[in-house]
């Protein structure tokens, strides 16, 4: 696994330009397995292993939110023995990075239906949740059982519901209302968005909250993403000039 970066690339990253919020599409663990002739699993016990190095090099790199895209609500439609892997390897991971997220003042959070997923995954998720739930180095937000049209629903019945009962005027309804009753409740929108294994599609991901997002697609299967390409496309980040429909 690509966990080091050569210090020709690191030096080249401005500190004080940083993304406030990264959010990434990790895909292609399946694919990085087929290759190898491997089954898909191996594919996402790699994926594991990434998410570790990734989630660390931006608590180094000091990135405030990263958001990772680890289980879509299409995905409950996978092979069941897919599935029940994907919510062992959550399990272990949340389990297994307890203590270093402690370590490393790590803030962990989920967003997504939690309610589907598996009760020992729901248990060791709300455990990590709590024990890090004062920490302010970074947050780490993972979308779980997650899909951005959900989302939108949901913040639709929460705010139909209070309409109904008189405690919002609908005619009043602003963007940073809307905002406010989505999972990412008091989190800036992402200012990166990545994808990894070359897909040109978002395949429901935040949907609201990618309005103005950098985008950025690398060919690399998500198994091999890692601290050197990274901070290749934080740089490229750097350079690129967002204008969020203004003029220069
Ligand atoms: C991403 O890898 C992991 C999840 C979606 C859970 P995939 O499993 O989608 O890998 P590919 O796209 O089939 O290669
Ligand atoms: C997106 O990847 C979901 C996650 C990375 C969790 P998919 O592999 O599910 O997306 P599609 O099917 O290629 O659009
Ligand atoms: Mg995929």
């Not at 939690?114 to 004062?134: C, N, S, Y």
């Not at 951005?148 to 405690?167: N, Q």
């Amino acid at each position: 696994m690509n966990s080091s970066a050569s210090p020709a690339v690191t030096d080249r990253l401005d500190v004080s330009k940083l993304p406030g919020h990264v959010a990434i599409i990790m895909d292609g663990n399946g694919r990085w397995a087929e290759k190898r002739l491997m089954n898909r699993i191996k594919g996402h016990q790699a994926g594991a292993e990434a998410v570790r190095s990734i989630v660390r090099t931006c608590r180094e790199i000091g990135i405030p939110v990263l958001t990772l895209y680890a289980f879509s609500t299409e995905n409950w439609q996978r092979p069941e023995i897919e599935v029940a892997t994907l919510m062992s390897l959550l399990k272990k991971f949340l389990d297994s990075e307890r203590n270093e997220m402690i370590e490393n003042n790590i803030r962990l959070n989920a967003i997504g239906q939690i309610e589907k997923l598996p009760e020992d995954v729901r248990v060791a998720l709300q455990r990590t949740i709590d024990v890090t739930g004062k920490n302010k180095g970074m947050l780490l937000n993972l979308a779980l059982s997650y899909g951005g049209r959900a989302e939108i629903v949901d913040m639709v019945k929460s705010i139909a519901g209070k309409a109904i009962d008189g405690k919002m005027e609908p005619y009043s309804i602003t963007p940073e209302i809307v905002a406010d009753h989505l999972y990412t409740r008091g989190m800036p929108d992402p200012d990166l968005l990545i994808r990894t294994s070359g897909e040109m599609r978002i395949s429901n991901f935040l949907l609201w909250q990618i309005a103005y997002a950098e985008i950025f697609i690398t060919d690399t299967l998500w198994p091999d993403f890692g601290k050197e390409e990274f901070i290749k496309i934080l740089i490229d980040f750097q350079n690129r000039e967002r204008r969020f429909g203004n003029v220069r």
